[in-house]
């Protein structure tokens, strides 16, 4: 069964720094997602991309993030600055079309800042 | 704009007895979904169940099953037969029919099942 894979799993970075959470949606899904839930409390919508271009972004998309899929099959959401709030789990998710609204989520990565 | 209530955050339930989890939200469109997640110790995100707003029929899938008041923005969560392996958390979402489709998640309920 295709499925939506992210990595890495867990990364670690220091306060700061720059980081890319990488995703490979399933591979006929037009729709990409990325959504965070910092530990213990709800899942929270990022951003969604469809035809190369950021289609909706939510307050916590700021400046420091951006998105791009720069191959066709990669998706990747990048942190410029990361700062200790940013610890939590990223998840990338895809839909096939908009008639099908099921979203298939990644297993999520789970990043720390320190 | 959308918003999902989940007001219980954790509920207990024996092995073999069924469980209602209760979710409530708010919009003004007319179509949507909605769904029920799981999330697992290993915090996967797993669909359990969906539900198309324009059908009145209840979405059902094997154990689990829903109680969708449309009147009344209520989706309820009923699993029977509970086992072990459904202890989680618990999210209710929903999404309406535009071009973005993107989920908006209740708190989440985190259930245990007593052996």
Not at chain 1, 56 to 68: A, C, G, M, N, T
Request: proline share 4%.
């Amino acid at each position: 069964e295709p499925e939506v894979t992210q990595t890495p799993s867990h990364q670690v970075t220091q306060m700061g720094q720059e980081v890319i959470l990488r995703c490979v949606p399933i591979s006929n899904h037009l729709y990409f997602y990325w959504y965070r839930q910092i530990l213990g409390q709800k899942v929270e919508f990022l951003v969604s991309f469809y035809n190369n271009e950021i289609s909706e972004k939510s307050e916590i998309f700021d400046d420091q993030f951006s998105v791009e899929r720069p191959d066709g099959s990669n998706f990747t959401l990048k942190i410029r600055s990361t700062k200790l709030e940013d610890s939590a789990m990223y998840f990338c998710a895809s839909i096939p079309d908009i008639m099908n609204t099921e979203a298939f989520f990644g297993q999520g990565t789970r990043l720390t800042v320190v | 704009a959308q918003t999902v209530t989940q007001s219980q955050p954790e509920m207990s339930v024996q092995e073999a007895e069924t469980v209602t989890l209760s979710c409530t939200y708010d919009t003004s469109e007319s179509d949507y979904y909605l769904f029920w997640y799981k999330q697992p110790p290993s915090r996967q995100m797993i669909l359990v169940i969906r539900q198309e707003a324009y059908k009145q029929q209840n979405a059902t899938e094997n154990r689990f099953s829903v109680n969708f008041q449309k009147a009344a923005k209520s989706f309820s969560l009923k699993i029977s037969d509970s086992q072990l392996g459904d202890a989680a958390m618990y999210f209710c979402a929903y999404t309406d029919t535009g071009a973005n489709s993107k989920l908006t998640f209740g708190k989440g309920i985190t259930l245990s099942v007593r052996p």
